[in-house]
T-cell receptor, first 112, second 113 residues
Framework: DQQVKQNSPSLSVQEGRISILNCDYT??????FLWYKKYPAEGPTFLIS?????DKNEDGRFTVFLNKSAKHLSLHIVPSQPGDSAVYFC???????????FGTGTRLTVIP | EAGVTQFPSHSVIEKGQTVTLRCDPI?????LYWYRRVMGKEIKFLLH????????ESGMPNNRFLAERTGGTYSTLKVQPAELEDSGVYFC???????????FGQGTRLTVV
């Protein structure tokens, strides 16, 4: 059973607008959450993370929000750029654990 | 600094054959992980090495998969004999500290026909 879910397989956004990618999880033991970006024929690249003690983390155009009560996190990209077009994976890990649980990914297309 | 390198980038083998995937982690990274993505699905954890020791192999699908990391440097993942459902992209990652800081390789796309 998947513990991290990304229910939107794809998202299209106009350049300059906001992209919002969503992720839900079921395991209340997760304490660290990450977003990875993946281009074709490349491995996932770390983008941004958030600890469960926070509800927001910002890095330039990228902001991750965490709602622990809803077991939901989201990634906001603003403004979106064509180079942001990629597959975005949400991932999570438990405290002290050594493995990541990934979602199925959301393909973001930013239209120039 | 070189990143995580995986070889080969693609492999097509027949059912019943053996395939060995190789991963060279970033120099100095004690932690090495193998993950697999089956077409369109999530990226799933296979196992974790700390240096040459297997810390967690709970994600290994079955005993047809064997991972090694001799000397705590590069790692190999052998599939013997390969089955159709083994097809997918196999990713290797390495990190110094917690898995959240892991760097991924470009992956090996394995196709079993």
């Amino acid at each position: 059973d998947q513990q991290v879910k990304q229910n939107s397989p794809s998202l299209s956004v106009q350049e300059g607008r906001i992209s919002i990618l969503n992720c839900d999880y079921t395991n209340s033991m997760f304490d660290y959450f990450l977003w990875y970006k993946k281009y074709p024929a490349e491995g996932p690249t770390f983008l941004i993370s958030i600890s469960s003690i926070k509800d927001k983390n910002e890095d330039g155009r990228f902001t991750v929000f965490l709602n622990k009560s809803a077991k939901h996190l989201s990634l906001h990209i603003v403004p979106s750029q064509p180079g942001d077009s990629a597959v975005y994976f949400c991932a999570a890990s438990e405290a002290g654990a050594n493995n990541l649980f990934f979602g199925t990914g959301t393909r973001l297309t930013v239209i120039p | 600094e070189a990143g995580v390198t995986q070889f080969p980038s693609h492999s097509v083998i027949e059912k019943g054959q053996t395939v060995t995937l190789r991963c060279d982690p970033i120099s100095g990274h004690d932690n090495l992980y193998w993950y697999r993505r089956v077409m369109g699905k999530e990226i799933k954890f296979l196992l974790h090495f700390v240096k040459e020791s297997k810390q967690d192999e709970s994600g290994m699908p079955n005993n047809r998969f064997l991972a090694e990391r001799t000397g705590g440097t590069y790692s190999t993942l052998k599939v013997q004999p390969a089955e159709l459902e083994d097809s997918g992209v196999y990713f290797c990652a390495s990190s110094q500290g917690r898995v959240g800081g892991a760097f991924f390789g470009q992956g090996t796309r394995l196709t079993v026909v």
